[in-house]
């Protein structure tokens, strides 16, 4: 058991003992619970770099979170990743890094140094400034003699520039044991500017020796993946799990991530602070706390975010230039619990509840304050749960996903009517969580075909998760005469493109015929392009 472990389990017995009164206590003790590298580096106990005697990055490099000036940096020392620890002893280590114009690093434009210490599981996170606006860089990093793989990533343009293209992808759902990361090998090889993945990065279920669909020879993975992720050291080995998969490792080297979380990243369907079993809040905000902690550690964020105990800022806003901006929203750490016991229901009295939030008051105010002062042409919202209305059957009242907007249908009447208010002409909203391709028209009224169409959802299907699936799932036909507003639907694996200029976006639903088999080709399933100033979708 790792020390930070020992800690939050030490704190799980504070908190039984103290019976705290409100989960804001709770929160403030979970600050405490995972430790931070000691104040000055000067007495950190440190690894010669040169006594690292297999290569460290074993789980790639990665880039994320593009400004006008600058870019996050990511990598981990992990020369035997399938241990805690990773194999780096409990020590610090000196890991260089440098920014090229080129892939050869003939100009070298920024370098540095970075402290992987293992508080932060040996992570780097390097927020490299003063680099220039809307240009592709090419980064590795240093660690002894060992070199990384090489990295391209970008800036993003001038703040005021008006930008006259952007080319992004959405992923979602990458569950390891449901089949091989096809669709990321892919879109490594395709020509975006950044990728969006908008939750699911890994799933806390047990992963087998065989790792599952994949079908490796019995015995392949080791036993420590064959169990539920509870602990932080549990997920951090899942993690490693994860980016030691060579696609996963391709598309981050290849593409800038911005990053947001769903569910399983912590545990499935989870709201706020209510676990789906029911569930102490005090114990279940300890697992939340080892989850975000270990998200933190491994993916392409800015030192800021780091969590503090159960809480981390992730909703964030991003532009490109005068083209694009990003409101990117977490709606599991903020949300009310789901009405009627998380069942399919028929919407009532509960889910309709005017106090229930799916972002949370203060996140909901920032969302609405800053489409007020937009100037963008396209308002692009990254988040989770299918936003639009999903009736799930044919009858007069139909059953609706509570863990969706469905479930908070007053919450999204609110964000609805500050984009009215706020004269957001081009909103475009990007989901995952439901392992399906769908493309929905925003209405101002969701009953009534002829309202006026306020935006899009595009939703992009599970990069493996459901495995194989169906190009026309059993729901099929259902879904689309009981939603006249839903214009596609396809149950394949892959990623969305889209591609967004001054007049018209476009949407590109990409898919692989299989994930229990690599290697599979990719094609385009359906396109869709919409007019600026004119909301809806026509097909290409």
């Known amino acids: 058991m790792s020390s930070a472990d020992r800690r939050l389990r030490a704190a799980a017995r504070h908190l039984g003992r103290r019976r705290f009164l409100s989960l804001t206590a709770a929160t403030a003790a979970l600050a405490f619970t995972t430790n931070v590298p000691a104040a000055g580096a000067a007495g950190v106990r440190r690894m010669d770099p040169s006594k690292i005697a297999d290569d460290p990055f074993t789980l790639g490099v990665a880039s994320g979170d593009p400004l006008p000036d600058s870019v996050v940096l990511w990598t981990r020392l992990a020369p035997a990743p399938y241990e805690p620890g990773g194999g780096m002893a409990g020590l610090a280590a000196v890991v260089l890094w440098e920014v090229a114009l080129d892939d050869r690093f003939a100009v070298v434009v920024r370098t540095g140094a970075a402290v992987a210490f293992p508080e932060y599981n040996h992570t780097v996170h390097v927020d490299v400034d003063g680099l220039d606006p809307d240009h592709a860089y090419f980064y590795r990093f240093r660690a002894g003699t060992w070199i990384s793989e090489t990295g391209r990533t970008r800036t993003a343009p001038a703040r005021t520039s008006a930008a006259?293209?952007?080319?992004?992808?959405?992923?979602?759902?990458?569950?390891?044991?449901?089949?091989?990361?096809?669709?990321?090998?892919?879109?490594?090889?395709?020509?975006?500017?950044?990728?969006?993945?908008?939750?699911?990065?890994?799933?806390?279920y047990p992963v087998n020796s065989?790792?599952?669909?994949?079908?490796?020879?019995?015995?392949?993975?080791?036993?420590?993946?064959?169990?539920?992720?509870?602990?932080?050291?549990?997920?951090?080995?899942?993690?490693?799990?994860?980016?030691?998969?060579?696609?996963?490792?391709?598309?981050?080297a290849a593409h800038p991530f911005v990053v947001t979380w769903d569910d399983h990243e912590t545990e499935n369907n989870y709201a706020g602070a209510v676990d789906e079993h029911g569930s102490p809040p005090e114990r279940f905000l300890l697992r939340r706390a080892a989850a975000y902690r270990a998200y933190w550690e491994n993916q392409p964020l800015r030192a800021a975010q780091l969590p503090v105990g159960s809480d981390l800022r992730l909703y964030r806003r991003l532009h490109w230039g005068t083209l694009a901006q990003f409101d990117v929203l977490d709606t599991r750490q903020y949300r009310s619990d789901q009405a009627y016991g998380d069942t399919k229901h028929v919407p009532g009295p509960e889910s309709d509840d005017p106090a229930r939030t799916m972002t949370g008051q203060t996140q909901e105010d920032w969302l609405i304050d800053g489409w007020r002062t937009s100037d963008a042409v396209w308002n692009v919202m990254p988040q989770q749960v299918c936003f639009s209305q999903r009736r799930l059957d044919l009858n007069?009242?139909?059953?609706?996903?509570m863990d969706a907007w469905d479930g908070y249908r007053a919450s999204r009447d609110r964000i609805l009517a500050g984009a009215k208010s706020a004269g957001i002409e081009n909103l475009m909203v990007l989901t995952g969580d439901v392992h399906v391709g769908y493309a929905f028209e925003i209405k101002d009224v969701f009953d009534d075909p002829a309202s006026r169409t306020l935006g899009t959802e595009i939703v992009a299907t599970s990069v493996t998760s459901g495995k194989d699936g169906a190009e026309r799932p059993g729901t099929w036909d259902t879904y689309m005469k009981a939603n006249p507003h839903l214009k596609f639907y396809d149950g394949r694996r892959g990623y969305v493109r889209v591609a967004l200029g001054q007049g018209e976006a476009r949407a590109d639903f990409r898919t692989v015929s299989a994930v229990t088999t690599p290697g599979a080709p990719i094609t385009t399933a359906g396109s869709f392009a919409v007019e600026a100033g004119k909301p809806g979708l026509e097909p290409v």
């Open 210 to 252: 065989s790792g599952g669909a994949r079908g490796y020879p019995s015995g392949t993975l080791p036993d420590v993946f064959n169990r539920e992720t509870v602990s932080l050291e549990d997920y951090r080995l899942r993690y490693a799990l994860y980016k030691s998969d060579p696609d996963l490792r391709a598309v981050h």
């Open 396 to 401: 007069a009242q139909s059953l609706m996903s």
């Open 164 to 204: 006259t293209s952007l080319t992004f992808a959405a992923v979602s759902c990458q569950a390891f044991h449901d089949g091989y990361f096809t669709a990321h090998r892919h879109l490594a090889e395709d020509d975006v500017d950044i990728v969006l993945h908008v939750g699911d990065y890994l799933y806390e």
